[in-house]
């Protein structure tokens, strides 16, 4: 075969070994000497250097090197390299002014080559390589070579910085996701004034510096996950993860194993291990909500965690540590449960240690209008709704409704009356018929079309006269009617104007 050839399968050899290299995920420096080793081995380099540029200074720095004792005495040769883009070849270093230092740090005649790293037009560094003087030697073959290592080597590096800067972008997201996380689990995002409510924050208080574990009940609707999450975000743990598992939604088959978590080969589907959310929630909390909703099998398991601190995976042989803090909540009557056989008492009594009654909201209705304007704010800006208050009818309204499904009721009220207002007040029709239904509160009564019309009336009248602290003139302006149309309507409905002047 001929030398050409020889030379051409030899070199394409090497540039499999240098992009295996280069690709193998390693660390950056470590590969490019590994570059710089091949280029020995297989180009007989005597010496040779990779720089790169710092993209913040643009000053460059010797990342990787091989037989440079200084490598100062080639940086202005580097830096017009760098700076021009274009490779700089010198087939003699001691016939070259610019290598007049290198010269006396060099053995014996040497043939330089500088070629920058470049993906497009970008410039991220140059690698350097010295190599014995032949006058045989084809500069523009060797150059071409030593350009398509130099291509590699700085898409190489692109990747690299790419990585680097997606990975600081996760972690400033990962820190202001928490940060975000923080304020809106704070005690301000838990509404209400009501003396039932600040029981609840004195009890918050006092355990979320604890490590105790939180039995927290209530009918459903009343923001026990809310509570969950501010107790985890004013504790100790607040750093750590705070993993959420609804035990009502998971299947009894399937609990277990989301819990605990399985090894490989457990059951069928199992092809690999998998951690459960004790794992997952380790030095932080697990808030298991609807825990009366767990079978027995998994409620003994519990027991053990609570009494043991650990656990042993589906399949598995061998105890994990858990340094979890337990959240559970319920809206069940855990009492009834134990009597009819459907939850452990021992378990109750593991669970009992601290427990948050979060009261419904007809126990607090002086709550009600704060939590209506959170939530009126709240879906007016996520619409891009410009309403500015909810009228005196539709407030008496809110009040007199019995709320079964308590604050999670009250905000789809609130949100679906945003979406059909098109004025900037919400008004009495804008509620959802269940609380305009006589069955459903005993509030209103089954109007007809007179009434209906005679009930919006009112409803515009007694908004323009809040407006107005009850002044019937400009009422009357404001309504572009006349001060006696007003003062008629007022006597009709029975409105009493001086409730408005405070």
């Known amino acids: 075969m001929p030398a050409e050839l020889l030379k051409g399968a030899g070199r394409l050899s090497g540039l499999l070994e240098i992009n295996n290299v280069l690709t193998t995920g390693g660390k950056l420096r470590s590969s490019f000497e590994q570059v710089l080793e091949i280029l020995r081995n297989r180009e007989k380099i005597s010496r040779g250097a990779i720089f790169v540029t710092n993209p913040l200074t643009g000053k460059f720095r010797v990342v990787a090197s091989l037989g440079v004792g200084n490598v100062r005495t080639t940086e202005n040769v580097v830096e017009r390299?760098?700076?021009?883009?274009?490779?700089?070849?010198?087939?003699?270093?001691?016939?070259?002014?610019?290598?007049?230092?290198y010269k006396r740090a060099s053995s014996g005649n040497q043939s330089f080559f500088c070629?920058?790293?470049?993906?497009?037009?970008?410039?991220?560094?140059?690698?350097?390589?010295?190599?014995?003087?032949?006058?045989?030697?084809?500069?523009e073959e060797d150059l071409r070579f030593f350009e398509v290592i130099a291509s590699m080597v700085g898409q190489a590096l692109k990747v690299d910085r790419l990585v680097d800067s997606e990975r600081q972008r996760l972690k400033d997201e990962n820190l202001h996701l928490k940060e975000?996380?923080?304020e809106r689990y704070d005690f301000s995002q838990i509404i209400g004034t009501s003396g039932p409510i600040r029981s609840v924050y004195e009890q918050i208080t006092q355990v979320a510096r604890t490590n105790t574990t939180v039995l927290i009940r209530g009918e459903s609707g009343t923001g026990k996950e809310l509570i969950a999450h501010a107790i985890h975000y004013n504790s100790a743990r607040a750093r750590r993860p705070f993993i959420k598992v609804s035990c009502g939604a998971l299947p009894d088959t399937l609990i277990e194993s989301e819990l605990f978590g399985y090894?490989?080969?457990?059951?069928?589907?199992?092809?690999?291990?998998?951690?459960?959310?004790?794992?997952?929630?380790?030095?932080g909390t697990l808030f298991l909500d609807e825990i009366g909703e767990t079978n027995l099998a998994t409620q003994v398991k519990l027991l053990r965690v609570l009494q043991e601190r650990e656990f042993e995976r589906v399949g598995g042989i061998d105890s994990i540590k858990a340094n979890v803090r337990l959240v559970v909540a319920t809206n069940k009557d855990l009492e009834q449960a134990i009597l009819e056989g459907s939850f452990r008492a021992d378990l109750h009594y593991r669970l009992n240690v601290f427990t948050i009654f979060?009261?419904?909201?007809?126990?607090?209705?002086?709550?009600?209008?704060?939590?209506?304007?959170?939530?009126?704010?709240?879906?007016?800006?996520?619409?891009?709704?410009?309403?500015?208050?909810?009228?005196?009818?539709?407030?008496?309204?809110?009040?007199?409704?019995?709320?079964?499904?308590?604050?999670?009721?009250?905000?789809?009220t609130i949100e679906r009356a945003v979406l059909v207002c098109e004025g900037n007040v919400i008004h009495g029709h804008h509620l959802p018929p269940?609380?305009?239904?006589?069955?459903?509160?005993?509030?209103?009564?089954?109007?007809?079309?007179?009434?209906?019309?005679?009930?919006?009336?009112k409803d515009l009248i007694i908004d323009a006269l809040k407006i107005t602290r009850g002044n019937r003139a400009r009422a009357a302006t404001l309504l572009r009617s006349t001060e006696r149309i007003v003062r008629y309507k007022v006597k009709q409905y029975d409105i009493d104007c001086s409730r408005f002047r405070t």
């Open 81 to 101: 390299v760098i700076e021009s883009g274009r490779p700089i070849v010198v087939p003699h270093t001691d016939q070259e002014p610019l290598l007049v230092r």
């Open 115 to 139: 070629v920058p790293l470049m993906t497009g037009r970008k410039t991220f560094g140059a690698i350097e390589i010295e190599v014995s003087f032949l006058s045989e030697r084809d500069y």
């Open 180 to 182: 975000e996380l923080r």
């Open 263 to 283: 090894e490989k080969g457990a059951f069928t589907g199992a092809d690999t291990r998998k951690k459960g959310r004790f794992e997952l929630a380790e030095g």
């Open 358 to 412: 979060i009261p419904p909201l007809r126990e607090r209705r002086t709550d009600i209008m704060l939590l209506a304007d959170h939530f009126l704010e709240k879906y007016s800006s996520e619409h891009g709704k410009k309403i500015k208050r909810i009228s005196t009818p539709a407030i008496d309204m809110c009040m007199s409704y019995h709320w079964p499904g308590n604050v999670r009721e009250l905000e789809n």
């Open 434 to 457: 269940t609380l305009q239904t006589a069955e459903a509160t005993g509030t209103t009564p089954s109007l007809s079309l007179s009434d209906a019309v005679k009930s919006y009336e």
